[in-house]
């Protein structure tokens, strides 16, 4: 009976002391920084959507925490597995696995990140901003609006943007962008997006507006990078042999939905390029750079008409227009 009771006890004993030294470890791990020597500057990014396991393993790929099981076991017992922040922190080797766990949920000590797709609309950005609650709904466009900063930019034609209703639609490169929110104002997005589009276009056509108005085109009218310069081939020729360019994309940008009915077609726009010859006076959003480069070098082809499917987007070719209609009776109605 009494070897019992010691076996028991020894078991007790044994137990508490694997928990008290898991607890020890536990503790050792969340209070020891990484490196208590390296204070070197470390960007760590965290996007949008990812847990907190995601984030304690890139922290240890990182080689800023010991272990990224700790670091789920504290941001869980400490209810802030939730309140990580998507953005992008300085971070050191110096630091400990609570003044980390602090910083990346603190909304002060994060840069922001904004991406802005291909052929978003100076609207859909502010949009964005106002959803990330950096800006209130129409400060963005407003901040377009009162751009002054023409002189820094030789690419742009003052004379030509600044009569359009969104002046800097088309020239604010898609990408992805940091923002401090602390301070952030819409000038600054306009100005990282603006230095982006000069370094990203090294060699700018003389007819800029022109290649950017047709490039913004081309990206809200087809999804595939084979079918960009085809389409832009298609558009040019339109364009150079006095037709209507006849793109829908162009008539959707001012009517704000993504339908157009009888009553679109018949707006008096310079826009609707179902009714008005010529491109439009402006961009219809910021193209991406594969956009770009179709709308610079188009491809030659046999082709005046094309159509795209709406289930898979398609795009379907045509030489002459029985042909065309022909295709619309078979893959649109």
Same mark, same amino acid.
């Given at each position: 009976?009494k070897q019992k009771?010691s076996?028991?006890?020894?078991r007790?004993?044994l137990?508490?002391g694997?928990?008290?030294?898991?607890?020890n470890?536990y503790?050792y791990l969340?209070?020891?920084p990484?490196?208590?020597?390296?204070?070197?500057?470390?960007l760590?990014?965290?996007k949008?959507?990812?847990s907190?396991?995601t984030?304690?393993?890139?922290?240890?790929?990182?080689?800023?925490?010991?272990s990224?099981?700790?670091?789920s076991?504290?941001t869980r017992q400490n209810?802030?597995a939730?309140?990580?922040?998507?953005?992008?922190f300085y971070?050191?080797?110096t630091m400990d696995?609570?003044?980390?766990a602090?910083t990346?949920?603190?909304p002060s000590?994060? !840069?922001s990140?904004?991406?802005?797709q $291909?052929?978003l &609309?100076?609207?859909? /950005?502010?949009?964005?901003? *106002?959803e990330m %609650?950096m800006?209130?709904?129409g400060?963005?466009?407003?901040?377009?609006?009162?751009?002054n900063?023409?002189?820094?930019?030789?690419?742009?034609?003052?004379e030509?943007?600044?009569?359009l209703?969104?002046?800097l639609?088309?020239?604010l490169?898609p990408?992805?962008?940091?923002?401090?929110?602390?301070d952030?104002?819409g000038?600054?997005?306009?100005?990282k997006?603006l230095n982006?589009f000069?370094?990203k276009?090294? !060699?700018?056509?003389?007819?800029l507006? $022109?290649v950017? &108005?047709?490039?913004? /085109?081309?990206e809200?009218e *087809?999804?595939? %990078?084979a079918d960009?310069?085809?389409?832009s081939?298609?558009?040019?020729?339109?364009y150079?042999?006095n037709w209507h360019?006849?793109?829908?994309?162009?008539?959707?940008?001012?009517t704000?939905?993504?339908k157009?009915?009888t009553?679109d077609?018949a707006i008096?726009s310079?826009?609707n390029t179902?009714?008005?010859?010529?491109?439009?006076?402006?961009p219809?959003?910021?193209?991406?750079?594969k956009s770009?480069e179709?709308a610079?070098s188009?491809?030659?082809?046999?082709y005046?008409?094309?159509?795209t499917?709406?289930?898979?987007?398609e795009?379907i070719?045509?030489k002459d227009?029985?042909e065309?209609?022909?295709?619309?009776?078979?893959?649109l109605?």
């Open positions: 009976m009771k076996k028991w006890l020894l007790i004993l137990i508490l694997i928990i008290f030294l898991v607890q470890t503790y969340v209070e020891r990484a490196d208590k020597e390296d204070d070197t500057k470390i760590f990014t965290i949008k959507g990812q907190a396991s984030v304690g393993d890139n922290l240890e790929d990182a080689g800023l925490i010991w990224d099981t700790v670091f076991i504290y209810g802030i939730e309140k990580i922040i998507a953005g992008r971070l050191n080797k696995l609570k003044q980390i602090s990346i949920t603190d000590k994060a !840069e990140i904004i991406t802005i $291909e052929g &609309t100076v609207k859909d /950005i502010d949009a964005k901003l *106002v %609650d800006l209130k709904e400060k963005f466009v407003e901040a377009v609006k009162n751009f900063g023409y002189e820094a930019y030789d690419f742009l034609d003052k030509t943007l600044s009569k209703e969104i002046p639609e088309g020239y490169f990408d992805t962008y940091f923002l401090d929110p602390s952030f104002t000038e600054q997005l306009i100005t997006a982006n000069h370094k276009l090294e !060699e700018k056509p003389e007819n507006h $022109e950017i &108005t047709m490039a913004s /085109i081309i809200r *087809v999804r595939t %990078d960009r310069p085809i389409v081939g298609i558009l040019w020729k339109r150079l042999g360019l006849g793109a829908d994309a162009t008539l959707l940008y001012i704000d939905d993504n157009i009915d009553e077609l008096d310079p826009y179902r009714k008005v010859v010529g491109i439009p006076p402006g219809i959003g910021n193209p991406g750079m770009i179709a610079i188009p491809q030659e082809s046999p005046w008409y094309y159509l499917t709406p289930d898979t987007g795009v070719y045509a227009n029985d065309h209609n022909s295709n619309k009776a078979k893959y109605y």
